[in-house]
């Protein structure tokens, strides 16, 4: 079905179409393209040492079920930009939003950092959440958000995250918490706190509340301080989150589950994705510049245009 | 519509039946029976006050919401001792296993301890499942299990459960786990660990599988040893269950939910939930002794019969 | 929990709270209502002899059930126009939407006339539609259609429904149709034809697609032409159905199950339902001559305003 | 992943496992095998002709995606008569009994006739149902129903369906009703009346209730009587259906959705499916004797075996 020449999207999983997870729409964890678990993708450490996408051409297997073709390459080209975040961004939020519950009406926290917190509060939006607010500690990246329709909550100021909440809703708890962060969260001081985001998700999540977790968590973390960081270990009140019938839904997006629907909408004009990441697109040679400003906390997503058909559109 | 002579069970749940949480089900969280949190039941500290069930007379509120009426008096008298177990340790099996994705075919393992895992196997063989394991410490439980149908895996042994596992469905996961223990959970050395259950069950559960979680996890444990445990936290390999995309639910059961179906099932002979539990009928003046002997060990489930129906029955 | 002074919404559904339907949220088809048969309303025949809602004054039994009450008083009222639909034609609408299945990116087809196919257009939209398109004869509504954002379809061209599908979205199929017109359908040359609404949802229903059929469907109808529209009954296409492995999705909406959120996302100005139904309150006493105007076919849809509220606030 | 020797089940339905709708696991409206209309099958008119399966040998295209591999060669073959129901029967009346919603504890209507019927009621019991009844009107397959543990109704007496649930459940109403009859549907005089089995569907099930539709309904019937049933048009009591906020469920069972869970269950003896369809093995040579015999109304299920293993194995 794929032809030479077709515009396409592929998916940060790779997957085979055929096992037991795929068959069963979960190509999060493709049970047959990596020998080490479950699950493969391009250019990450242990996930089937696939040679990554952030190059000039890539190889893709099981082609005919991993790539999303756009229906029309004019108007795909015209709109490039936004479905660029096809490929995982934004997937990922949707797949935590979709998970945490929300629907039309809820209120919703987003643990955010970094633009998949953006991409997660834009899903949230299409799927008709009525507030939507991003925890951040990054100046710039908590105005920008305002900006584009967010109500941004400065987590630099205190970790009493209910008192924050409830000045915008009128309640210390939400109807959904999407954890956009993972392992790598730092405490209002600053310092490492690997489970404070899920410990502030289980005080603000209401009763028989939802917490979706795109956010990544590792398995083992072999620079980490202590003995438990090392192990994946998360020090987690859970004892809170039972006494709310909570629940938790982890893991990578399966983007082939969502991402010929986002596209629509994203043609459709119903999400203008790349404006609310703040996406701004670069030349595979400056790509280095790219992430050096990006770990600076620049509030901007880098899209990568190996065959200059990006900058030009931009 | 209840009247008196009425034969009916009480969820142990107490649920008002007009706030949002029962509007949408979940009756295990009312938001107005219990000032202190959300969820009430009776005769459990922190629960609301409401005074416990385990007496000659109980004060039921909300009572045309809550009670479950038995269509027919008769046939109900003649499976009491079944049907006693819809208050509570049925729907919270059946919740634990639902919540875990169990569905014909499944293969699942439940961490036992206490009859309540027993009533989790007893649903999931409900639900259709194929293969049914339970992990307990107790060897008359362990045994009583085997000769009601179900796998037992003596946890005495040692803490691969991976391995016993694969000796019973030849590979080292399941497509469902449930934790019926919760956090007086012990190692196989005997101490306590209260994060145990939780770990082995993500090093088990299959990629995109769900684990239920009906075990209670407290809040706040003031006699617990180490200051993590006093707080309710523990201590979790949540990058092994990240890694596998899986999901986790937790909390009491809402019993109302439920109880309707599971009454017509055990009217219908379809689960013979007394014998599997091993149920024991005893008068209320008993009732110190049956708990001694819980303690004990004894593999059966005691029944309070506070005016000598069901010791008749039995 | 309901107090005097309270502004508080009535759904059109009258529901006991108790019984095992609204104990599973249908409170669309509650058993104790009604004598004659499943399912309450106010003001209308054969369900259950309800005094009508449109009255200065209305008994609600089961008020503390039935009633949902706006959380700010004044910010309510600032919105009452748009509040006023959460009794009856927004959660039609949005059940319908919902029932047949759209989602972010969906095409949607809303079979319209009446005021419910805007609603029900708009329920879409908040569900993250990508395309909605709104068939109907009334050139009024279509024009007012298309000025709130919907693509009209003019029903009075020809009846090759397929073809003006594909000339919107490409494809003479969507992936979700709704039926918001019921058994008072017409043919395009005006004539009574009962089953043509759901003959034509069959034609351009995608494969696996569902339809949403809000539109009222009657068990008799005494005073039509023929034998069968007398029995409530239709010729219907189902093998073509069938052999698309399509769904239908029928009944009355329950309001309680969707008007919670609703509010919550009109209060956030997610929604300016208001807006999209052209609604206009009008005096108690001007009801029959708005009632005059809405069977000319006027686009609009009237609110009545017993006590003068609407009024000044229009 | 299919390897030369594998013993595999192939499913009834042909798909591509990468368009639309395979990826979303509605594999038997695959949108790419069958140049015509969506959805392909093995030597059925107008299904992508497709040589059919009814031979020594068979074609199958995408066979990584279609074939279902036994993971035990020898175990299989020890269950083969129970296996081979994988391809067709056991996951359409799966179908049928899952979209009707049945779950623990349901009261199920199923209208037989066939084979087929008795797969939908076995699938019923394997979801936990209380009470399953069929309709047929051949005595023999009646007599075999009540013998593998079915409540039969026989529809030779009167059409007052109502009455014949009621002797059995206590009140005229079920919980799910599953039409595995279709359009080749009689009445109780024995004359054709396609759509009497829908019609009585209805009647009896319950308000907000689900009707599964797995029995065969075409677009067309070229010679059909009347000219309505030319054009596969159905004269439907929609308005009954509609009044009680019903759902109806059609098409073909995707196969794969289903069939390896099922395989599970079979293979852990969860459900006698040979005995229950009266399975009987016979020749490839035979077969038109064995049709003969099924057109006469024998209650058996025959089992084709091209390779004289299954005759062996019976």
Redesign the interface.
Known sequence: ?IEVGDLVSVPFNVAC?????C????T??C??VNPG???GAYGYVDMGGWIGGQARYVMVPYA??NLLKF?DKDKALSKIMDLTMLTDILPTG?HGAL?AGV?????VYVAGRWSVGLATAA?AQ??????IMIGDMNEARLSHARKVGFVPIDLTKHDRLGEQVAAVV?EPTVDSVIDAVG?EAKGHGGGDQPAIV?NQAMEIIR??GAIG?PG??????PGAHDQ?AK??????????????????????T?V??YN??????L??D?LPIAKIVNAKAISLEDAPKGYAEFDKGIAAKFVLDPHGLLVKAA
């Open positions: 079905m179409g055929r096992c037991r997870a068959r069963e729409t979960n999060g964890v049970l047959t678990r479950a699950g005919d079920f229906p949707y998970t629907k039309p009406g809820s209120t899903s299409l799927l008709g959440a009525a507030v009128g392992f899920l009763p028989a977790i990544l968590y590792v398995t083992e973390d438990a192990t994946g270990s998360l020090s987690l009140r859970l004892g809170l989150g039972w006494s709310k019938s909570n629940s938790f839904h982890t893991g990578q399966p082939l589950r010929r629907q986002l596209m629509i909408a043609l459709a119903r």
